[in-house]
C-alpha cells in the first residue's frame, strides 16, 4: 500500500505570493492533518480534516486555510506569504481519525524569499 | 496548557551500546497518548513507538521501550543495541484522547549514533 504522498517537495516563493500544497493519504485514510515545522518553533499543528470537514484547528492565523476533498486527498494554502513561513509542511493521514495511527508524508520545503 | 519538554537537545552513543532520551510533559488531563516520532535526515517522520495513558505496562518495540512514569509526567525512550540507523532528530509527542489529532511535539534530540 502507497504511503503518504506531498506534491511538491520543495518550493521557492515570494513573499506575499499564495501557495497551495497537496496531501494524498494513505488509501482508505479519511483524516488528513497538517503540521509546520521551523528550527524555531519545532512541529505545530495547523489543522485537521476528516471526512471533508475540519475538525480541529491550531493556533494559526487565517491566511493558513485548507480543505480536503471527496477522495480524502487534502490542499493546503498560505495567502500572503511571509517570510517567516518558510518551513518544512508535513502532513499525516490515519484511518479513523485519531492520532494513534497516523502516518507521516516527506513534507514539503517551503522557502519564502 | 498542553506541553512537551525534551531536555536534550543532543546526545550521542557508540554503536551496539544503549541510550535514553528523555521526555516530561504537562498535562491535567487523564486520557491521552504518548508517541515517539524518529526523524531522519530524510525527513519522514516514523512513530517509533506509542503508549496509551491507561495502560501501566511499558511499551516495547523490539530494540526500543519506554519509561512511562504517569505521576511523575515522564516517557523516556531506550535504544538498545543502538544501529547507526538510528541516527536521527526524535520527537517525543502528546496526545489528548477527546482533542482529535491537536499533538503536541517537543523540541526534539538530536541523536548521533558513532561506529
Known sequence: KAGVTQTPRYLIKTRGQQVTLSC?????????????????????????????????????????????????????????????????????????????????????????? | AQTVTQSQPEMSVQEAETVTLSCTYDTSENNYYLFWYKQPPSRQMILVIRQEAYKQQNATENR????????????SLKISDSQLGDTAMYFCAFLIFSNNNDMRFGAGTRLTVKP
Open chain 2, 64 to 75: 526500543f521501550s519506554v519509561n512511562f512514569q504517569k505521576a511523575a509526567k515522564s516517557f
Open chain 1, 24 to 113: 494524498s493519504p494513505i488509501s482508505g485514510h479519511r483524516s488528513v492533518s497538517w503540521y509546520q515545522q521551523t528550527p524555531g518553533q519545532g512541529l505545530q499543528f495547523l489543522f485537521e480534516y476528516f471526512s471533508e470537514t475540519q475538525r480541529n484547528k491550531g493556533n494559526f492565523p487565517g491566511r493558513f486555510s485548507g480543505r480536503q476533498f471527496s477522495n480524502s486527498r487534502s490542499e493546503m494554502n498560505v495567502s500572503t506569504l511571509e517570510l517567516g513561513d518558510s518551513a518544512l509542511y508535513l502532513c499525516a493521514s490515519s484511518l479513523t481519525g485519531t492520532s494513534y495511527e497516523q502516518y507521516f508524508g516527506p513534507g514539503t520545503r517551503l522557502t519564502v524569499t
